[in-house]
């Protein structure tokens, strides 16, 4: 006989019940595993195999495509590309690919990819990464476009391997634009704005001049640069748009007219004019061209940019005695406030995109040199050791510095990668480069 | 009806009464007047004129006309008188009569009246005697079957009271039973409480001694596995290639699965980073791992399955 007096005994609440499943859910995880932490990694370079790319086009290509994309990713400092001549061999696609082979090797990842015609004069290009340890894709894209545009078919290639391995969008597709003097034979000086990728080649002149050109700012859209020409025996600020050439003097006042800057939203340009006596820092309504003077002081302030907010402006001015950098609230009082104080010349400062670093031309021990300095704690990183250092320029993606340096007497253009400190020269061209400016992403 | 058969010690009463109600019966018949009033004897002596006031008024006038003589009228007025006594006289004789007739027969009617009370009252009691005797006799039954009653009642009472004492009896026994057998309860009890104090105290000596052991083992055991953890975290360590520009608090949680050669069976994510380059990063350090570095024997069994943190300091 069941005892159901004994049953109506034993009856429980639905929430305990629950709470007591509860507890069981809870202790099944409790019970698990050993957890180990891995509280660090090596930053040593990932070592990733570029296989070279099969060429199915029957003709023979202007560009190594496998060549550009293991140079971008080596120049970062955050790769290790697999040198050739070790590879054991050479697959372009899935079926040909030996993981062990390539885990023996020592390398995580494995890029290869081919080259298809696609149409008269235009090009395919198919890549695939795979994880060697875990043989699994990772990604397989394909890019098309022109014989000339193979190079930029090679970038995108790049741009996908290292968002997908650094978790950051590449910058491989950005372009530079820097300034050369070619001296010539009678003294006489040519003066040439280039616009090149930014690994340096593929470079475009855009304006050339007798006399200087100095300070090239990208709009924020990547269409248009504003600069300081000299043409005009006096210097004058321009802005021209990249594709057409078509340029428009934006001032033409007594005195200096320096270091134009765009905002972030391609509305102002800041600079610096000394059309009221010294040099002070002005913000310019590019449609209407109408001034606003941001600084006055007896002192000389220059060399303005803007945050990536738009809302603070960091300049120089030798209002200490030497050159420090300063910086102004657009939006609120405007008060102007000394950020450097570690050495007596920091000058020409540059925000890093997410706004929590500067970028300066540091000077200690008679050297100029790259640094860099935590807004929130004020540290300051040297970040180059060469030097004569000028015009600091960070990469959209934050992940690289381009600054005018000298070597062999000659004005160069190098390169850092902030997070490993790699650095390298970008291909010397004749003549001087200098005051390099990077543009923002342009795709 | 059926049961109230005559009793046959009754019947020589009833016979008796019936008798004695005959023999009243006849008696009232000739002695009852039978309602016929005899002829009631008038006195001769009383001769009674009804004399009104207008008859005497007429007498007088009749008388009237003679002039009376003053003798005469004297006379006349003797005589009257005289006659006026003499009738009041008989007038109070005869009254006196009728009140005798009357007396006489109110007291003949007080005789009847009188007899036929007594006779009632006779016959009243009569019936009380006979209600009596009926109610002596109901009486007897009643007490005759109150007693019959009380026999039976004697009789189930006793029959109540043997079974009361069987009941008791049996009830007795069982008790007997069940205390017999709760004391024997009891004693096996106590010897089983006996018996497990002794397990327990033997258990719990043994089980001292496991966890003695247990905790010299566990301190090897330990020491080993933080020996083998350290030497998966090197062996970790030196592949993972920590990609730049993580955001702080970057975690990612994977599970491995290893044969007890140390051979990798599985990688899974189970908790990502919300970075993929991150979650790769860590994925491809654990599969980067030829063999790893485990213990042999029973300690392996923690390592058979675990979870590599991935949690970068600065």
């Known amino acids: ?443 | 009806m059926s049961k109230f058969k005559l009793d046959p010690s009754y019947r020589k009463p009833i016979a008796y009464a019936i008798l004695l109600h005959l023999v009243f019966a006849g008696l009232l018949a000739f002695t009852w007047p039978f309602k016929k009033d005899r002829p009631v004897a008038t006195p001769r002596h009383v001769n009674a004129v009804m004399v009104t006031e207008d008859m005497v008024k007429e007498m007088l006038a009749q008388q009237q006309p003679p002039q009376p003589d003053p003798a005469e009228l004297q006379r006349q007025q003797q005589e009257e008188e005289r006659r006026r006594q003499e009738q009041a006289r008989q007038e109070q004789q005869r009254r006196q009569e009728q009140e005798k007739l009357r007396l006489a027969e109110q007291k003949k009617r007080e005789e009847q009246k009188r007899q036929e009370e007594q006779r009632k009252k006779e016959q009243a009691r009569k019936l009380a005697e006979q209600k009596k005797r009926e109610e002596q006799k109901r009486q007897e039954e009643q007490k005759k079957r109150e007693e019959q009653k009380k026999q039976e009642e004697r009789r189930k009472q006793e029959e109540a009271r043997k079974k009361e004492q069987q009941r008791q009896e049996q009830e007795r026994k069982a008790r007997e039973e069940r205390e017999r057998k709760l004391a024997e309860e009891a004693r096996l009890a106590e010897q089983r409480l006996a018996q497990e104090a002794a397990e327990a105290e033997r258990r719990l000596r043994e089980a001292y001694e496991q966890e003695q052991a247990a905790r010299r083992n566990q301190q090897l055991e330990a020491t080993e596995q933080a020996r083998y953890v350290g030497l998966i975290q090197g062996a970790i360590e030196r592949r993972w290639i920590e990609p730049p520009n993580v955001a702080p608090n970057t975690q990612a949680t994977l599970r491995i699965r290893l044969l007890p050669t140390g051979e990798l069976v599985s990688v899974e994510l189970v908790r990502s980073s919300g970075n993929a380059a991150f979650d790769r990063s860590a994925l491809s350090a654990a599969s980067a791992v030829n063999r790893y570095p485990v213990p042999q024997g029973a300690l392996f069994e923690k390592f058979r399955v675990f979870e590599l943190l991935f949690n970068p300091k600065g």
Request: neutral net charge; hydrophobic residues 40%.
């Open chain 1, 1 to 443: 006989m069941i005892d159901w007096k004994g049953f109506r005994m034993v009856h429980v609440k639905p929430t305990w019940l629950l709470i007591v499943l509860l507890g069981m859910l809870a202790m099944v995880p409790a019970r698990a595993e050993l957890v180990i932490e891995i509280t660090q990694g090596s930053r040593e370079a990932i070592p990733v195999a570029i296989v070279p790319f099969a060429n199915r086009t029957g003709n023979a290509l202007p560009e190594d495509i496998a060549k550009i994309v293991s140079d971008d990713l080596q120049r970062t400092g955050q790769f290790n590309p697999l040198d050739r001549g070790r590879m054991l061999s050479l697959p372009s696609s899935s079926t040909e690919v030996f993981f062990r082979d390539w885990r023996m090797l020592g390398q995580r990842y494995l890029l290869i990819g081919s080259i298809d015609p696609a149409g008269p004069g235009r090009y395919q290009v198919r890549a695939e990464l795979y994880d060697v340890n875990t043989s699994e894709r990772i990604f397989g894209e394909v890019v098309s476009g022109s014989e000339r545009s193979l190079r930029d078919l090679a970038h995108l290639v790049s741009d996908s391997v290292y968002e997908a391995l650094t978790g950051v969008r590449g910058v491989f597709s950005t372009k530079i634009a820097y300034v050369t003097l070619h001296k010539g034979a009678k003294g006489a000086s040519r003066y040439q704005l280039e616009v090149a990728d930014a690994d340096g080649r593929n470079a475009n002149v855009i304006l050339t001049s007798e006399q200087p050109i100095m300070s090239p700012s990208w709009s924020p859209d990547g269409r248009q640069l504003a600069y300081v020409s000299f043409e005009g025996r006096r210097p004058s600020i321009y802005i021209q748009e990249i594709a057409s050439g078509r340029r428009t003097k934006l001032t033409n006042f007594q005195g200096l007219n320096s270091a134009p800057t765009w905002s972030p939203d391609g509305r102002s340009l800041a600079m610096a004019l000394s059309k009221d006596g010294n040099a002070e820092i002005y913000i310019m309504d590019i449609q209407t061209k109408k001034l606003e003077r941001i600084t006055n002081h007896w002192a000389i302030d220059t060399e303005p940019a803007w945050s990536p907010d738009g809302r603070t402006l960091v300049f120089t001015s030798d209002r200490g005695g030497g050159p420090q950098i300063y910086k102004v609230d657009l939006a609120g009082s405007r008060k102007e406030t000394r950020l450097t104080f570690e050495g007596n010349y920091n000058a020409r400062p540059r925000f890093s995109p997410d706004g929590k670093k500067l970028y300066f031309v540091h000077q200690r021990s008679g050297a100029f040199r790259m640094a860099s300095m935590e807004l929130q704690s004020g540290e300051l990183t040297i970040l180059s050791d060469t030097g004569l250092d000028e015009s600091p320029s960070v990469a959209p993606n934050g992940s690289m510095l381009i600054y005018g340096t000298s070597k062999g007497g000659q004005g160069v253009l190098a390169v850092i990668a902030v997070e490993t400190g790699a650095k390298f020269l970008l291909p010397s061209r004749q003549g001087e480069v200098r005051e390099p400016a990077w543009s923002p992403f342009l795709n």
